[in-house]
């Protein structure tokens, strides 16, 4: 996501949020439901979340970040491991829900879950077919962390948003990259408003390709977004070439876009219909 969004044990070193005044992109929306990738791209690692209603997210592809750190962003909710945060719907999908209800002395839970220790990737084609919430001060997310952030620390592991939304702003995803000298509110993103139409009406297919030295957003076979070296801040260093780990969450309120008020409705939940991995075919 546009910000820090730590793992536990670093969350106190605290980051900056996106600069909401960042480029921003509109162009017609693609169909919900493009075709597969082309024969260049191999599968190499999926989760399709078939399984039993109320079943917790894979422990063999999966593991929950639980707390109520803030993630250095001044989120509101706790993270917890519990099925009525995360866990499979029985119909195909991995639902995330984040809830209004005293936990742990926060006002809200949710969960977020990564692969970190599990799987872990340098380069290739990340994507997830999602069904995003919608309401003032909630916060979903699908991105990738330098797996080396325990050694290195954030930024500089490097830090690649594939999707993140702002539920006021229900027509507008955003991919960035964070990296050393363009993280928090200076990093290097763009947003991207769809017309005739919200994300969270249906599921989209939110995705990135990776490859040496570039980078590129897509929602539904749509390219938006590309970053290469030549478009960082002079004297800053591209840090995107060793593996990174997927994290899914759904956090309530931050510096991103502020808190739930009022109108926002809960519980709010992100569906997720697969997360699948790919490498460029030999």
Same mark, same amino acid.
């Given at each position: ?6 793992? &536990?044990?670093?969350? @106190? ?6 600069? &909401? @005044?960042?480029?921003?992109?509109? %162009? ?13 791209? =191999?599968?190499?690692?999926?989760? /399709?979340? /078939?399984?039993? @209603?109320? #079943? ?24 917890? @491991? ?12 991995? $639902?995330?829900?984040?809830?209004? /209800? ?19 990737? #340098? ?7 999602? =069904?995003?919430? !919608? ?36 027509? +507008? ?14 990093? +290097?993103?763009?947003?991207?408003? !769809?017309?005739?139409? %919200? ?22 076979? !749509?390219?938006?977004? /590309? $970053?290469?070296?030549? %478009? ?17 969450? $759904? ?7 502020? &808190? ?8 709010? =939940?992100?569906? !997720?219909?697969?997360?699948? $991995? ?5």
């Amino acid at each position: 996501m546009t910000r820090s969004r730590l793992l &536990p044990w670093l969350a @106190a070193l605290g980051t900056l949020a996106c600069d &909401p @005044a960042a480029n921003r992109t509109t %162009k017609p929306d693609a169909p919900a439901n493009p075709s597969q990738p082309g024969p260049e791209w =191999q599968l190499v690692w999926q989760d /399709e979340f /078939e399984g039993t @209603a109320g #079943t917790p997210p894979s422990a063999e592809r999966w593991m929950h970040d639980v707390g109520g750190h803030g993630w250095g962003n001044e989120q509101l909710e706790f993270d917890t @491991a519990r099925p009525e945060n995360a866990s499979l719907d029985g119909t195909g999908n991995l $639902v995330i829900t984040a809830r209004k /209800e005293n936990y742990q002395g926060k006002s809200y839970t949710s969960a977020r879950i990564n692969t970190s220790g599990r799987f872990e990737q #340098t380069y290739g084609r990340f994507e997830a077919r999602i =069904q995003l919430p !919608v309401g003032r001060g909630i916060w979903p997310a699908f991105w990738l962390l330098g797996a080396n952030i325990g050694e290195v620390g954030w930024p500089e592991c490097g830090e690649i948003d594939i999707m993140e939304y702002r539920g006021q702003l229900p027509a +507008i995803t955003r991919g960035s990259l964070h990296g050393p000298g363009y993280s928090g509110g200076g990093n +290097i993103g763009s947003d991207f408003a !769809v017309s005739g139409g %919200k994300l969270y009406e249906d599921f989209h297919i939110y995705a990135l390709e990776w490859e040496p030295n570039r980078i590129r957003w897509l929602l539904d076979g !749509v390219t938006f977004f /590309e $970053v290469t070296p030549s %478009k960082l801040p002079p004297g800053t260093r591209w840090v995107y070439d060793h593996p990174h780990f997927i994290i899914l969450n $759904v956090a309530v309120g931050g510096n991103y876009l502020g &808190p739930p008020d009022s109108s926002t409705v809960f519980p709010q =939940q992100m569906k !997720v219909d697969y997360v699948r $991995v790919y490498s460029r075919a030999p």
